[in-house]
Protein backbone atom coordinates (compact mmCIF):
# COMPACT_ATOMS: atom_id res chain seq x y z
CA UNK A 1 0.00 0.00 0.00
CA UNK A 2 1.46 3.84 -0.96
CA UNK A 3 0.32 6.62 1.20
CA UNK A 4 -1.41 7.58 -2.34
CA UNK A 5 -3.86 4.86 -1.54
CA UNK A 6 -5.10 5.96 1.74
CA UNK A 7 -7.40 9.15 1.55
CA UNK A 8 -4.92 11.73 2.14
CA UNK A 9 -5.03 15.10 -0.29
CA UNK A 10 -2.24 15.97 -2.89
CA UNK A 11 -1.41 18.73 -0.80
CA UNK A 12 -0.18 16.45 1.96
CA UNK A 13 0.81 13.42 -0.42
CA UNK A 14 3.69 16.16 -1.65
CA UNK A 15 4.09 16.84 2.22
CA UNK A 16 4.81 13.44 2.85
CA UNK A 17 6.92 12.80 -0.19
CA UNK A 18 8.94 15.88 0.31
CA UNK A 19 9.87 14.14 3.57
CA UNK A 20 10.64 10.80 1.77
CA UNK A 21 7.80 8.71 2.60
CA UNK A 22 5.96 6.91 0.02
CA UNK A 23 4.98 3.57 2.32
CA UNK A 24 2.59 3.98 5.17
CA UNK A 25 3.59 1.94 8.31
CA UNK A 26 0.83 0.06 9.74
CA UNK A 27 -0.12 2.21 12.08
CA UNK A 28 -0.58 4.86 9.83
CA UNK A 29 -2.32 2.22 6.92
CA UNK A 30 -4.72 1.21 9.63
CA UNK A 31 -5.52 4.86 11.19
CA UNK A 32 -5.39 7.55 8.91
CA UNK A 33 -8.39 5.81 6.66
CA UNK A 34 -10.65 5.87 9.60
CA UNK A 35 -9.46 8.93 11.25
CA UNK A 36 -10.54 10.59 7.69
CA UNK A 37 -13.86 8.95 8.41
CA UNK A 38 -14.13 10.92 11.48
CA UNK A 39 -14.03 7.43 13.82
CA UNK A 40 -12.59 7.29 17.00
CA UNK A 41 -9.74 5.28 17.37
CA UNK A 42 -7.46 3.49 19.97
CA UNK A 43 -4.16 3.28 18.65
CA UNK A 44 -2.02 0.87 21.07
CA UNK A 45 1.48 2.01 19.68
CA UNK A 46 5.06 2.72 20.52
CA UNK A 47 6.90 6.12 19.34
CA UNK A 48 9.16 4.40 16.28
CA UNK A 49 6.15 3.27 14.73
CA UNK A 50 5.68 6.07 13.37
CA UNK A 51 1.92 6.97 14.98
CA UNK A 52 2.80 10.46 15.12
CA UNK A 53 1.99 10.89 11.37
CA UNK A 54 -1.15 8.52 11.58
CA UNK A 55 -2.80 10.97 13.41
CA UNK A 56 -0.94 14.80 12.71
CA UNK A 57 -1.67 13.66 8.94
CA UNK A 58 -5.54 12.90 8.41
CA UNK A 59 -5.91 15.88 11.15
CA UNK A 60 -4.44 17.97 8.65
CA UNK A 61 -6.48 16.97 6.13
CA UNK A 62 -9.77 17.28 8.47
CA UNK A 63 -8.50 20.95 9.50
CA UNK A 64 -8.11 22.51 6.21
CA UNK A 65 -11.81 22.88 5.90
CA UNK A 66 -13.26 25.29 8.46
CA UNK A 67 -12.64 28.41 10.19
CA UNK A 68 -10.24 29.73 12.89
CA UNK A 69 -11.88 31.89 16.17
CA UNK A 70 -10.50 33.24 18.86
CA UNK A 71 -9.51 31.56 21.90
CA UNK A 72 -11.82 28.45 20.49
CA UNK A 73 -8.86 26.22 19.19
CA UNK A 74 -10.46 23.86 16.65
CA UNK A 75 -8.26 20.85 17.67
CA UNK A 76 -6.21 19.81 20.44
CA UNK A 77 -3.34 17.59 20.83
CA UNK A 78 -2.30 16.41 24.54
CA UNK A 79 1.63 15.06 24.98
CA UNK A 80 2.80 14.16 28.55
CA UNK A 81 6.27 15.98 27.91
CA UNK A 82 7.50 19.37 26.33
CA UNK A 83 10.07 17.89 24.54
CA UNK A 84 7.19 15.37 22.82
CA UNK A 85 4.76 18.26 21.97
CA UNK A 86 7.82 20.06 20.97
CA UNK A 87 7.96 16.88 18.08
CA UNK A 88 4.72 16.70 17.28
CA UNK A 89 4.67 20.45 16.57
CA UNK A 90 7.60 19.77 14.41
CA UNK A 91 5.97 17.39 12.40
CA UNK A 92 2.57 19.65 12.28
CA UNK A 93 4.81 22.28 10.36
CA UNK A 94 6.54 19.50 8.32
CA UNK A 95 3.34 18.08 6.96
CA UNK A 96 1.57 21.29 6.86
CA UNK A 97 3.61 22.88 4.25
CA UNK A 98 1.20 23.29 1.53
CA UNK A 99 -2.09 23.98 4.18
CA UNK A 100 -2.90 27.74 5.59
CA UNK A 101 -3.28 26.48 9.44
CA UNK A 102 -2.17 27.96 12.58
CA UNK A 103 -1.03 25.87 15.56
CA UNK A 104 -0.24 26.81 19.54
CA UNK A 105 1.91 24.99 21.32
CA UNK A 106 1.39 25.23 25.03
CA UNK A 107 3.94 23.81 27.09
CA UNK A 108 5.39 24.78 30.65
CA UNK A 109 8.36 26.80 31.40
CA UNK A 110 7.64 29.33 28.25
CA UNK A 111 6.31 32.78 28.91
CA UNK A 112 2.38 32.56 28.69
CA UNK A 113 2.10 35.79 27.45
CA UNK A 114 3.11 34.74 24.04
CA UNK A 115 0.62 31.58 24.45
CA UNK A 116 -2.24 33.82 25.53
CA UNK A 117 -1.42 36.01 22.08
CA UNK A 118 -1.45 33.02 19.89
CA UNK A 119 -4.47 31.65 21.41
CA UNK A 120 -6.26 34.90 20.97
CA UNK A 121 -5.72 34.94 17.05
CA UNK A 122 -7.03 32.06 16.56
CA UNK A 123 -5.78 28.71 16.07
CA UNK A 124 -6.63 25.28 14.15
CA UNK A 125 -4.54 22.76 16.69
CA UNK A 126 -3.88 23.39 19.75
CA UNK A 127 -0.45 21.29 21.29
CA UNK A 128 -0.63 21.14 25.30
CA UNK A 129 0.83 19.59 27.92
CA UNK A 130 -2.42 18.94 30.37
CA UNK A 131 -0.78 21.20 33.31
CA UNK A 132 -0.38 24.47 31.49
CA UNK A 133 -3.37 23.53 29.38
CA UNK A 134 -5.22 23.47 32.73
CA UNK A 135 -3.78 26.94 33.83
CA UNK A 136 -4.52 28.87 30.94
CA UNK A 137 -8.15 27.26 30.75
CA UNK A 138 -8.50 27.84 34.77
CA UNK A 139 -7.76 31.55 34.49
CA UNK A 140 -10.28 31.57 31.45
CA UNK A 141 -8.03 32.54 28.69
CA UNK A 142 -9.29 29.50 26.78
CA UNK A 143 -12.52 27.65 25.62
CA UNK A 144 -12.53 24.24 24.35
CA UNK A 145 -16.08 24.37 23.11
CA UNK A 146 -15.10 24.30 19.51
CA UNK A 147 -12.08 21.65 19.86
CA UNK A 148 -14.20 18.51 18.26
CA UNK A 149 -10.68 16.71 17.80
CA UNK A 150 -8.48 15.71 20.45
CA UNK A 151 -5.44 13.70 20.34
CA UNK A 152 -4.43 11.79 23.93
CA UNK A 153 -1.41 10.45 22.64
CA UNK A 154 1.11 8.50 24.97
CA UNK A 155 -1.87 8.39 27.39
CA UNK A 156 0.02 5.52 29.45
CA UNK A 157 3.12 7.75 30.25
CA UNK A 158 0.35 10.53 30.84
CA UNK A 159 -1.07 8.02 33.66
CA UNK A 160 2.77 7.67 34.92
CA UNK A 161 3.09 11.17 35.77
CA UNK A 162 -0.20 11.54 36.94
CA UNK A 163 -1.93 13.38 34.92
CA UNK A 164 -5.03 11.27 34.07
CA UNK A 165 -7.60 13.59 36.59
CA UNK A 166 -6.78 16.48 34.09
CA UNK A 167 -7.66 14.78 31.14
CA UNK A 168 -11.00 13.57 32.55
CA UNK A 169 -11.26 17.44 33.29
CA UNK A 170 -10.19 18.41 30.09
CA UNK A 171 -12.20 15.82 27.96
CA UNK A 172 -15.58 16.70 29.87
CA UNK A 173 -14.98 20.41 28.80
CA UNK A 174 -15.09 19.67 25.26
CA UNK A 175 -18.34 19.05 23.01
CA UNK A 176 -19.94 15.71 23.23
CA UNK A 177 -19.90 15.16 19.86
CA UNK A 178 -16.44 14.94 18.76
CA UNK A 179 -13.81 12.36 17.40
CA UNK A 180 -11.08 11.48 20.31
CA UNK A 181 -7.82 9.16 19.06
CA UNK A 182 -6.28 7.64 22.22
CA UNK A 183 -2.83 6.67 21.60
CA UNK A 184 -0.89 4.57 24.18
CA UNK A 185 1.80 1.98 24.25
CA UNK A 186 0.27 -0.13 26.62
CA UNK A 187 -3.52 -0.06 27.99
CA UNK A 188 -3.54 -0.96 31.72
CA UNK A 189 -6.40 -0.61 32.86
CA UNK A 190 -6.92 2.76 34.05
CA UNK A 191 -6.58 3.72 30.17
CA UNK A 192 -8.67 1.12 29.36
CA UNK A 193 -11.44 3.09 31.43
CA UNK A 194 -10.48 6.28 30.23
CA UNK A 195 -10.91 4.87 26.86
CA UNK A 196 -14.88 3.50 27.79
CA UNK A 197 -15.54 6.74 29.19
CA UNK A 198 -14.35 9.19 26.65
CA UNK A 199 -14.05 6.94 23.16
CA UNK A 200 -17.67 6.43 21.16
CA UNK A 201 -16.98 2.63 19.13
CA UNK A 202 -13.75 3.46 18.93
CA UNK A 203 -11.91 1.57 16.39
CA UNK A 204 -8.64 -0.81 17.88
CA UNK A 205 -5.21 -0.81 16.17
CA UNK A 206 -2.56 -2.35 17.82
CA UNK A 207 0.76 -2.69 16.28
CA UNK A 208 3.89 -3.97 17.19
CA UNK A 209 7.31 -2.11 16.95
CA UNK A 210 9.10 -2.78 13.51
CA UNK A 211 10.73 -5.87 14.28
CA UNK A 212 13.96 -4.92 13.00
CA UNK A 213 14.20 -1.86 16.09
CA UNK A 214 13.71 -5.10 18.10
CA UNK A 215 16.44 -6.94 17.13
CA UNK A 216 19.19 -4.39 16.32
CA UNK A 217 19.79 -3.00 20.17
CA UNK A 218 22.97 -5.47 21.18
CA UNK A 219 22.80 -4.99 24.82
CA UNK A 220 25.78 -5.63 27.42
CA UNK A 221 26.79 -4.76 31.25
CA UNK A 222 29.63 -3.96 32.15
CA UNK A 223 30.83 -4.55 35.56
CA UNK A 224 32.80 -2.14 37.36
CA UNK A 225 35.03 -2.95 40.62
CA UNK A 226 33.64 0.16 42.04
CA UNK A 227 31.34 3.35 40.99
CA UNK A 228 34.51 4.93 41.66
CA UNK A 229 36.16 3.44 37.95
CA UNK A 230 33.01 4.50 35.90
CA UNK A 231 34.04 7.15 34.50
CA UNK A 232 37.10 5.57 33.36
CA UNK A 233 35.61 2.42 31.54
CA UNK A 234 32.84 4.78 29.86
CA UNK A 235 35.80 6.76 28.40
CA UNK A 236 37.69 3.82 26.90
CA UNK A 237 33.99 2.62 25.68
CA UNK A 238 33.32 5.72 24.11
CA UNK A 239 37.05 5.69 22.79
CA UNK A 240 36.84 2.30 21.73
CA UNK A 241 32.99 1.06 20.73
CA UNK A 242 32.98 3.11 17.57
CA UNK A 243 30.63 5.64 19.06
CA UNK A 244 28.65 7.85 16.69
CA UNK A 245 26.27 9.48 18.91
CA UNK A 246 25.51 8.49 22.52
CA UNK A 247 22.90 9.07 24.84
CA UNK A 248 24.45 8.41 28.83
CA UNK A 249 22.02 8.22 31.35
CA UNK A 250 22.38 8.28 34.81
CA UNK A 251 20.24 8.49 37.63
CA UNK A 252 20.21 11.81 39.57
CA UNK A 253 20.62 15.69 37.79
CA UNK A 254 23.97 15.97 39.84
CA UNK A 255 25.62 13.16 38.30
CA UNK A 256 24.48 14.41 34.98
CA UNK A 257 26.00 17.17 35.79
CA UNK A 258 29.85 16.34 36.67
CA UNK A 259 29.79 13.43 34.18
CA UNK A 260 29.19 16.07 31.56
CA UNK A 261 31.88 18.60 33.12
CA UNK A 262 34.25 15.68 32.98
CA UNK A 263 33.93 14.06 29.74
CA UNK A 264 34.31 17.75 28.83
CA UNK A 265 37.50 17.91 30.77
CA UNK A 266 38.57 14.60 28.70
CA UNK A 267 38.07 16.21 25.07
CA UNK A 268 34.51 14.59 24.48
CA UNK A 269 31.74 16.51 22.40
CA UNK A 270 29.33 16.47 25.54
CA UNK A 271 25.97 18.03 26.36
CA UNK A 272 23.27 17.71 29.08
CA UNK A 273 19.56 17.53 29.28
CA UNK A 274 18.29 17.17 33.39
CA UNK A 275 15.31 18.19 34.89
CA UNK A 276 16.97 21.28 36.40
CA UNK A 277 17.87 22.59 33.51
CA UNK A 278 15.28 25.23 32.38
CA UNK A 279 13.13 24.38 28.93
CA UNK A 280 14.92 26.84 26.46
CA UNK A 281 18.31 25.46 27.40
CA UNK A 282 16.42 21.74 27.00
CA UNK A 283 15.54 22.43 23.85
CA UNK A 284 18.81 23.96 23.07
CA UNK A 285 20.70 21.02 23.76
CA UNK A 286 18.36 18.29 22.46
CA UNK A 287 18.63 20.25 19.04
CA UNK A 288 23.26 20.49 19.46
CA UNK A 289 22.40 17.17 19.61
CA UNK A 290 19.88 16.46 16.74
CA UNK A 291 22.24 18.38 14.79
CA UNK A 292 25.53 17.03 15.35
CA UNK A 293 27.26 19.86 16.87
CA UNK A 294 27.50 17.17 20.08
CA UNK A 295 27.53 13.56 19.83
CA UNK A 296 27.26 12.44 23.09
CA UNK A 297 23.84 13.97 25.66
CA UNK A 298 24.20 13.42 29.34
CA UNK A 299 20.68 12.70 30.35
CA UNK A 300 18.50 12.09 33.03
CA UNK A 301 15.31 10.04 32.56
CA UNK A 302 13.47 13.49 31.01
CA UNK A 303 15.13 12.28 27.95
CA UNK A 304 14.47 8.93 28.05
CA UNK A 305 11.02 8.30 26.49
CA UNK A 306 9.96 9.43 23.87
CA UNK A 307 12.03 11.92 22.18
CA UNK A 308 13.18 10.40 18.25
CA UNK A 309 16.64 11.49 17.40
CA UNK A 310 17.79 9.69 14.75
CA UNK A 311 20.86 7.86 14.67
CA UNK A 312 22.08 7.39 18.14
CA UNK A 313 25.03 4.43 17.89
CA UNK A 314 25.19 3.92 21.59
CA UNK A 315 23.10 4.17 25.34
CA UNK A 316 25.29 4.15 27.98
CA UNK A 317 23.43 3.67 31.57
CA UNK A 318 26.24 5.01 33.73
CA UNK A 319 23.66 3.73 36.25
CA UNK A 320 21.54 1.37 36.50
CA UNK A 321 17.34 2.95 36.38
CA UNK A 322 16.06 2.40 39.76
CA UNK A 323 12.90 1.52 38.40
CA UNK A 324 13.08 -1.73 35.11
CA UNK A 325 10.93 -0.12 33.03
CA UNK A 326 13.19 3.25 32.48
CA UNK A 327 15.93 0.69 30.89
CA UNK A 328 13.48 0.08 28.45
CA UNK A 329 12.69 3.16 26.94
CA UNK A 330 16.59 4.18 27.51
CA UNK A 331 17.81 1.61 25.51
CA UNK A 332 15.02 2.38 23.16
CA UNK A 333 16.73 5.78 22.16
CA UNK A 334 19.05 3.66 19.90
CA UNK A 335 18.19 1.07 17.22
CA UNK A 336 15.46 3.29 15.94
CA UNK A 337 14.05 3.12 12.41
CA UNK A 338 15.83 -0.18 12.08
CA UNK A 339 19.57 1.15 12.92
CA UNK A 340 21.55 -0.71 14.91
CA UNK A 341 22.83 -0.18 18.16
CA UNK A 342 24.45 -1.13 20.96
CA UNK A 343 23.41 -0.33 24.95
CA UNK A 344 26.05 -0.99 27.77
CA UNK A 345 25.25 -0.59 31.68
CA UNK A 346 27.66 0.20 33.62
CA UNK A 347 27.29 -2.23 36.83
CA UNK A 348 29.48 -1.66 40.38
CA UNK A 349 28.49 -3.18 42.62
CA UNK A 350 25.56 -1.29 44.56
CA UNK A 351 24.23 -1.51 40.63
CA UNK A 352 23.43 -5.36 41.74
CA UNK A 353 20.01 -5.42 42.87
CA UNK A 354 18.79 -2.83 40.13
CA UNK A 355 20.42 -4.62 37.14
CA UNK A 356 18.62 -8.03 38.25
CA UNK A 357 15.20 -6.44 38.37
CA UNK A 358 16.16 -5.25 34.63
CA UNK A 359 16.97 -8.43 33.79
CA UNK A 360 13.62 -10.24 35.59
CA UNK A 361 12.01 -7.55 33.38
CA UNK A 362 13.31 -7.86 29.99
CA UNK A 363 13.20 -11.85 30.25
CA UNK A 364 17.20 -12.89 30.00
CA UNK A 365 20.49 -12.33 31.23
CA UNK A 366 22.21 -9.16 29.43
CA UNK A 367 25.87 -10.32 28.14
CA UNK A 368 28.90 -9.24 29.93
CA UNK A 369 31.51 -7.22 28.06
CA UNK A 370 34.54 -6.58 29.88
CA UNK A 371 36.69 -3.67 29.05
CA UNK A 372 39.54 -4.20 26.84
CA UNK A 373 38.40 -7.71 26.45
CA UNK A 374 34.83 -7.84 24.81
CA UNK A 375 31.65 -9.37 25.34
CA UNK A 376 31.50 -12.80 27.21
CA UNK A 377 28.51 -14.54 27.08
CA UNK A 378 25.60 -14.52 25.93
CA UNK A 379 27.74 -14.36 22.02
CA UNK A 380 27.58 -11.15 21.01
CA UNK A 381 25.14 -12.16 17.99
CA UNK A 382 22.38 -13.11 20.32
CA UNK A 383 20.94 -9.69 21.93
CA UNK A 384 19.30 -9.54 25.01
CA UNK A 385 15.49 -9.72 24.47
CA UNK A 386 13.61 -6.40 24.43
CA UNK A 387 11.47 -5.82 27.34
CA UNK A 388 7.21 -6.27 26.67
CA UNK A 389 7.15 -3.46 29.13
CA UNK A 390 2.86 -4.07 29.62
CA UNK A 391 2.98 -7.50 30.48
CA UNK A 392 6.53 -6.98 32.41
CA UNK A 393 5.34 -3.95 33.90
CA UNK A 394 2.96 -4.79 36.94
CA UNK A 395 5.22 -7.50 38.22
CA UNK A 396 8.22 -5.20 38.35
CA UNK A 397 5.87 -2.18 40.18
CA UNK A 398 4.78 -4.85 42.62
CA UNK A 399 7.94 -5.56 43.36
CA UNK A 400 8.89 -2.01 44.02
CA UNK A 401 6.50 -1.59 46.31
CA UNK A 402 7.03 -4.72 48.04
CA UNK A 403 10.75 -4.10 48.76
CA UNK A 404 11.30 -0.77 50.58
CA UNK A 405 14.85 -1.80 51.20
CA UNK A 406 15.75 -1.20 47.57
CA UNK A 407 15.20 2.41 48.26
CA UNK A 408 17.56 2.41 51.07
CA UNK A 409 20.35 1.39 48.73
CA UNK A 410 19.85 5.05 46.66
CA UNK A 411 22.90 7.37 47.59
CA UNK A 412 20.97 10.00 50.31
CA UNK A 413 23.03 12.92 49.57
CA UNK A 414 20.93 13.98 46.83
CA UNK A 415 17.25 14.07 46.55
CA UNK A 416 16.26 11.77 43.68
CA UNK A 417 15.05 13.65 40.71
CA UNK A 418 11.35 13.76 41.60
CA UNK A 419 7.98 12.80 39.39
CA UNK A 420 5.43 15.99 39.31
CA UNK A 421 2.65 15.49 41.16
CA UNK A 422 3.80 12.87 43.21
CA UNK A 423 0.72 12.93 45.45
CA UNK A 424 -1.32 11.65 42.83
CA UNK A 425 -1.94 8.04 42.76
CA UNK A 426 -0.12 5.62 40.34
CA UNK A 427 -1.18 3.68 38.47
CA UNK A 428 -2.29 0.60 40.69
CA UNK A 429 -3.83 3.73 42.93
CA UNK A 430 -1.63 3.17 45.91
CA UNK A 431 0.81 5.94 46.61
CA UNK A 432 4.42 5.35 46.04
CA UNK A 433 6.78 3.97 49.29
CA UNK A 434 7.69 8.10 50.57
CA UNK A 435 10.72 6.84 50.41
CA UNK A 436 11.01 5.58 46.83
CA UNK A 437 13.62 6.95 44.32
CA UNK A 438 11.04 9.14 41.93
CA UNK A 439 11.29 9.80 38.50
CA UNK A 440 12.37 13.20 37.41
CA UNK A 441 10.02 15.79 37.14
CA UNK A 442 10.33 16.20 33.26
CA UNK A 443 7.03 18.69 32.81
CA UNK A 444 6.09 20.13 36.25
CA UNK A 445 4.96 23.37 34.99
CA UNK A 446 6.89 24.30 38.15
CA UNK A 447 6.58 27.92 39.70
CA UNK A 448 9.45 30.15 38.97
CA UNK A 449 9.88 28.77 36.03
CA UNK A 450 11.75 30.32 32.90
CA UNK A 451 9.53 33.01 31.79
CA UNK A 452 10.95 34.59 28.24
CA UNK A 453 10.24 33.54 24.65
CA UNK A 454 11.88 30.30 23.56
CA UNK A 455 13.98 30.42 20.26
CA UNK A 456 12.43 28.77 17.50
CA UNK A 457 9.56 27.94 19.64
CA UNK A 458 6.73 30.60 19.41
CA UNK A 459 3.79 30.25 21.24
CA UNK A 460 2.32 30.10 17.33
CA UNK A 461 3.09 29.17 14.03
CA UNK A 462 1.69 29.55 10.82
CA UNK A 463 2.24 26.34 8.70
P1 LIG B 1 6.97 8.08 15.71
O1 LIG B 1 6.52 6.69 16.03
O2 LIG B 1 5.85 8.98 15.32
O3 LIG B 1 7.83 8.66 16.81
O4 LIG B 1 7.89 7.99 14.39
C1 LIG B 1 9.14 7.39 14.40
C2 LIG B 1 9.96 7.78 13.20
O5 LIG B 1 9.43 7.16 12.02
C3 LIG B 1 10.02 9.27 12.91
O6 LIG B 1 11.36 9.61 12.73
C4 LIG B 1 9.27 9.45 11.64
O7 LIG B 1 9.78 10.52 10.87
C5 LIG B 1 9.45 8.12 10.95
N1 LIG B 1 8.35 7.81 10.05
C6 LIG B 1 7.07 8.19 10.16
N2 LIG B 1 6.33 7.73 9.14
C7 LIG B 1 7.17 7.01 8.34
C8 LIG B 1 6.99 6.26 7.13
N3 LIG B 1 5.81 6.16 6.53
N4 LIG B 1 8.07 5.66 6.61
C9 LIG B 1 9.26 5.75 7.23
N5 LIG B 1 9.49 6.43 8.37
C10 LIG B 1 8.46 7.06 8.93
New binding site residues.
Partial sequence: MK?ADIGLSDELLSA?SA???????A??AQAIPSVLMMKDIIGV??????????F?LPMIDILAHGRRRAMMPRSLILEPTRELAA?VAD?FALYGVNHDLKMALLIGGVQMGDQVKALNEGVDVLIATPGRLMDLFERGKILLTGCDLLVIDEADRMLDMGFIPDIETICSKLPAQRQTLLFSATMPPPIKKLADKFLTNPKYIEVARPASTNTQIVQFKVPVASSRGKREVLRELLRTDDVKTAMIFCNRKTTVRDLAKSLKQNGFSVGEIHGDMEQPARIAELERFKNGTINILCCSDVAAR?L?V?GVSHVFNFDTPWHPDDYVHRVGRTG??GATGRAFTLIAPEDQEAIENVEKLTGGKLAVFEVGKGAKEPREDKPAREAKPERAEKPARARREDKPERTERAPKAEAPERAPRAERPKRDGTKPPKSAPRREADDADEPGAWNGPVPGFLGVSAL
Fill in positions: FVKGYDTPTIQAQTGTGKTASVQEGDKRA
